[in-house]
Antibody
């Protein structure tokens, strides 16, 4: 079955950077768009970014545009999220999520358990 | 960008019907997806494309979408249905995904 396993979270100071990874298995990785969705403690779901199946299309939440960068390595079945200039508002659990189609607009049919990012001095 | 409005909480007795709404400007023109999230767990897709159910999802869960409101209906509510439920659309005018604020379903 589909498995999405995130890593790279941790405690980081404001203004610093962090790079998250998501290793996928159980499906043909290169055929699907992938998302990052975050959830601050006690809050709701917030979409962060999406990348198309071939990596050519990328879209971001306005508040992370220019600071975060989503990428993928289809040869290694891995999704990445490079996060720069982090602020306390970025504190959340970050979920890797698989679209049901190759395009970003479709529903999310699988989710990882998430990795926690805490931005604190 | 698109804004989705959900009631923060819905309470229902076992066996009754729970109705969770998701309001948005002309949301009926969009494809709405619904997710369930239990405490400490990852979300799970329960309804997609307004009213379709993923394989294995019980028929007790159904969705509809018209005008300015999308609705998730759970009939014969069970204790195991207690969870947070989120609606979601893709805002094609801004190329971004939008989630509603979530609704906590409590089974009395």
């Amino acid at each position: 079955q589909v498995q999405l396993v995130e890593s790279g979270g941790g405690v980081v100071q404001p203004g610093k950077s962090l790079n998250l990874s998501c290793t996928a298995s159980g499906f043909t990785f290169k055929d699907y768009a992938l998302h990052w969705v975050r959830q601050a403690p006690g809050k709701g779901l917030e979409w962060v970014a999406v990348i198309s199946f071939d990596g050519r299309r990328k879209h971001y939440l306005d508040s992370v545009e220019g600071r975060f960068s989503i990428s993928r390595d289809n040869s290694k079945n891995t999704l990445f999220l490079q996060m720069n200039d982090l602020t306390s508002d970025d504190t959340a659990k970050y979920h890797c999520a698989k679209s049901s189609h190759e395009v970003p607009a479709a529903d999310i049919d699988s989710w990882g358990q998430g990795t926690l990012v805490t931005v604190s001095s | 960008s698109f804004v989705l409005t959900q009631p923060p909480s819905v309470s229902v007795a076992p066996g009754q019907t729970a109705t969770i709404t998701c309001g948005g400007n002309n949301i009926g023109r969009e494809s709405v997806n619904w997710y369930r999230q239990e405490p400490g767990q990852a979300p799970v897709l329960v309804v997609y494309d307004d009213s379709d159910r993923p394989a294995g999802m019980p028929e007790r869960l159904s969705g509809s979408n018209s005008g300015n409101t999308a609705t998730l209906t759970i009939t014969g509510v069970e204790a195991g249905d207690e969870a947070d439920y989120y609606c979601q659309v893709w805002d094609s005018s801004s190329d971004l995904m939008v989630f509603g604020g979530g609704t906590k379903l409590t089974v009395l």
